[in-house]
């Protein structure tokens, strides 16, 4: 069955913005904390941004105040919109329910793929 589907990628020039959306199955999605990671060429994947079932969110520092995580508990659904998009965004996305700092609860989906060049 189906767990996670990012969506919402594409191309950007510098200083755009984009939204991505993450479907995920009800029993990943419920009462977990969720996340958005990013795995660029080259580099190990990492936690961007999580967001907890009561609302709670933190960012890393890289995307700290351009990034904005959130969720919809009634769709399943997780949200990340990227403002100030600059090259280093260039990644695929991810999302999952991050357990502890290196464990997460599903399996991972495609991703969709960021590209910030102009």
């Known amino acids: 069955q189906v767990q996670l589907v990012e969506s919402g990628g594409g191309l950007v020039q510098p200083g755009g913005s984009l939204r991505l959306s993450c479907a995920a199955s009800?029993?990943?999605?419920?009462?977990?904390?969720m996340g958005w990671y990013r795995q660029a060429p080259g580099m190990p994947r990492e936690l961007v941004a999580k967001?907890?079932?009561?609302?709670?969110?933190s960012y890393a520092n890289s995307v700290n105040g351009r990034f904005t995580i959130s969720r919809d508990d009634a769709k399943s659904t997780l949200y990340l919109q990227m403002n100030s998009l600059k090259p280093e965004d260039t990644a695929v996305y991810y999302c999952?329910?991050?357990?502890?700092?290196?464990?997460?609860?599903?399996?991972w989906g495609q991703g969709t793929q960021v590209t910030v060049s102009s």
């Open positions: 967001i907890t079932s009561g609302g709670s969110t």
């Open positions: 009800r029993n990943i999605f419920r009462s977990n904390t």
């Open positions: 999952n329910a991050p357990i502890g700092t290196t464990l997460v609860a599903a399996s």
